[in-house]
């Protein structure tokens, strides 16, 4: 509980009394995020400072308050839901570090730094920050850090955890520690960088991030390749990737979403496909100019029934835009959306494909499928009406369908949202008993008195997927 | 639960975050309450009765009506829809009414409407205008801060009689247009309308000017008073149908995004709906007409010239190009884009006056774009944002190097064109 004389308390730890957010209209402003289910907090604090973070976490261990870290709420997975109670921290504020250090292509941000900045910085210095989740804009840094965002470029590039130096980090005791550090090569101790990162807030709140930037490439080429059936699809993934080229990203659209698209607005899309697959190439212009060519050969050796290559950016750009109408089209006809990122492995992508159709049949749901076909990260996703009981009770039947078919053809959970609330019941399912008490163990010894993000990825006996916001 | 919530729009929103980045009272205001997303979740509390009107007004009214969240969100959630839906339900309400509150805090400067009562009193009278004004300010002593728009406040210029009278035919008409003249721009800014008049004219178009218009209702609607801004479209609908035009011009951002949506303003009224779609769809800026009919220059102007475009213009009426493509088609002209010009400027119709110190932190976020750019001249589109931009401008002690030039203005000049 968070008591009069505990907020007495922290008025001495924060600097300013108007990042101490105690109103009702504040209060129930934090209690959601992008997916499911409505907790409102006690309290919401905003904190600048790893001292402010340290003295409110000693606090809040002392009494044993539930602290919820949260960036800008854009979590798919329930991780920044206030499920106890307890303490919101908002990072999102906490954006005014950004520093790029070109000689030792480097990024030092704090973790309320919106994403897509750190990569916009970096390009005036010819770098790269390439962790691209779709939310790039929206996101924050700590937040990308925390459930181990990966986007498009994944496929090339990897995710987050692949671009992290070190971290400063504040335990659940309120210590102030820093991991890893400035240099790509550092195998002094565990890799507790590593550990900390895809933690979703559970071991440590992040407070400061060294980020590894890469050159940015010369040039990039877009092309649309249209195939009528998703077995051959499929295959064309496969054997692109097994010909010398590594595209930077294979995006992938159903017959649903295309459909869907072309009934929002037209583009001039052929409904009567199984799939379209947008792939970029980047690169020295020379290269990726012979590289496109390749790989419409390879495409059309495969089946593909048409192949477009995109004269010049302005064209690639509306090549892409048919993927990004994706969105907005598919809630038109109902408002809800439920964005699922189990993953496969990339052979297995035309079973998948096949299972989900199977799902959509068995329980009736309107389901579509588009995402990031290069690395089997596939979004199946259902639109739905939360307000329809019945169909919701059906969908979520089919939601945990979809998990233990990605499980059974040796795929993931989750392949970027994180486990949050939303997936947690699934855990031992993926994990198996001994896996599950393992990672139990880590968050014991991190955080004995769990108060760190409690309630997220271990399920309490008996839990079940539940998609309702009251 | 209230029922005239928008409730059912609400659930459009799937809570991305998407519209964060792009709403001004986020980014100067730093809370989730003043967002986008935070406004259409507590008008979904409120309409499920967890939270009540008065907890959640501060958040919506410090809401500046932009819209820029509408361009922003990926699955078109209808926000204007949802705020207007808690205007109304606030001024039915008995927590006191919108337009009450206005006059608890001193809202308008007298100035401001003894200059409109003195040339307009008709207008004024009949559209409630004096209402909102004499319950707002005219009683009582100007504060301190309102000084400020005192100094910017244009002098009345009456409309120039030979503009208005012209019937004279171009010898071909391409097009056969009426012009909406809006109340408070045809008392401050009627050297604009007749400019904008003669524009129209020099690109081949019979202008029309109908007496019977009246107020587009903007004012009235933001204020949440529905039923009057229904009565106000049916006089304009009325009016405008006495003859066939082409369509129907204006060159104030804000009143063109009121008179396109009449047809979303009267959809319940089934014997109105169909004529409020006819009309509202024959109306467009003047820059949409300019430059798709084209016009011919006659002076260079050697300035660098920016642009701060109305939010309703671009957000509403999703006008973007237009004017930036006739702005940079003016000989000797050096164009350079404002960064994040698509952010409000924090004007939006009285918002400036009613939450001045908000405001002026958002204006402070546009003027350090300004700085980047170093302009001589900032060309705008609606005499709000003008209004704002010439505070902006002064506040920065500015005024001897930055022109703020509404674009008929700089057209006009362009063309060698004058109001007489
Ligand atoms: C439309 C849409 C598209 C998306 N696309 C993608 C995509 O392509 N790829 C992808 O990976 N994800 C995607 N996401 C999911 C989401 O954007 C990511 O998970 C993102 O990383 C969340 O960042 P955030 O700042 O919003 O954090 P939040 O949602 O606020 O929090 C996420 C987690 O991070 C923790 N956290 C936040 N800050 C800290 C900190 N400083 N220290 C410790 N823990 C912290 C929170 O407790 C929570 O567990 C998408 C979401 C939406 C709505
Ligand atoms: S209308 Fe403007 S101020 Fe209001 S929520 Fe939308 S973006 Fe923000
Ligand atoms: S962008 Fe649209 S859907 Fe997303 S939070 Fe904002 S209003 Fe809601």
Redesign the interface.
Known sequence: MVTEQIVNQLKKIMESESRI?T????L???????SFGTYFPELVL?PLSAGEVAGIVKLANEYKIPIYPRG???SLSGGPLPVHGGIVL?F??WNQLLIVDPEDTVAIVSPGV?TANIDKEAKKHGLMYPPDPS?S???TIGGNLAENAGGPRGLKYGVTKDYVLGLEIVTAEGEIIRTGGRTIKNVTGYDLTKLIVGAEGTLGIITEATLQLIPRPQASKTLMVIFADIVDAGRAISSVLTSGIMPSKMEIMDQASIAAVEAYEPVGLPVDVDAIILIELDGHPLAIEDESEKVKQVCLDLGARKVVIAKNDHAAAELWRARKLV??AI??TK???ISEDATIPRSKIPEMFKRLQEIKKKYQVDLVVFGHAGDGNLHPNIIT???DKEEMKRVEKAVEEIFATAIELGGTLSGEHGIGTMKAPFMEMELGEIGVEMMKRMKTAWDPNNILNPGKIFPVKGQRLVLVND | MTSQLAYKET??C?????C??ACPTYLTM????H?P??RI??VK?AAEG??SLD??S??LDLCLGCRACETAC???VQYGKILESFKVAKSESNQSPFIEKLALQNALPNKFWQKAAVRTLGIYQKTKLNKLARKSGLLRVLPERLRAFEEITPVVQPPKRKVRQNTILPKKAKLNVAFFTGCVMDVFFAKINDLSIRLLEHAGCHVTIIKEQTCCGALQHHSGDKSFTKKLAKENITAFEQAEYDYVVNSIGGCGAMLVEYDKLLENEPQWVERAEKFAKKNIDISVILSSLGISFEKEINKVVTYQPSCHLLNVQKVKDDPVKLITSIPGLTYLPLPQADMCCGSAGIYNIVHYEESMDILDEKMKHVHTVRPAVIVTSNPGCHLQMCLGVKREGLEKKIRVVHIVELLAEACGIEAV
């Open positions: 957010l109103e009702k209209a504040d129930v402003s934090y209690s959601f995020d992008a905003q800008a709420g854009t908002d999102s504020q919106i939310s804009h929206v996101s969105s907005p809630v038109r408002p809800t959306k009406n939360i307000q | 659930f459009d799937v809570q991305c975050g998407y964060l980045p730093g809370k989730e309450r967002s997303r935070g979740n507590l509390l967890k939270i907890e959640i501060d958040s990926p699955t078109n």
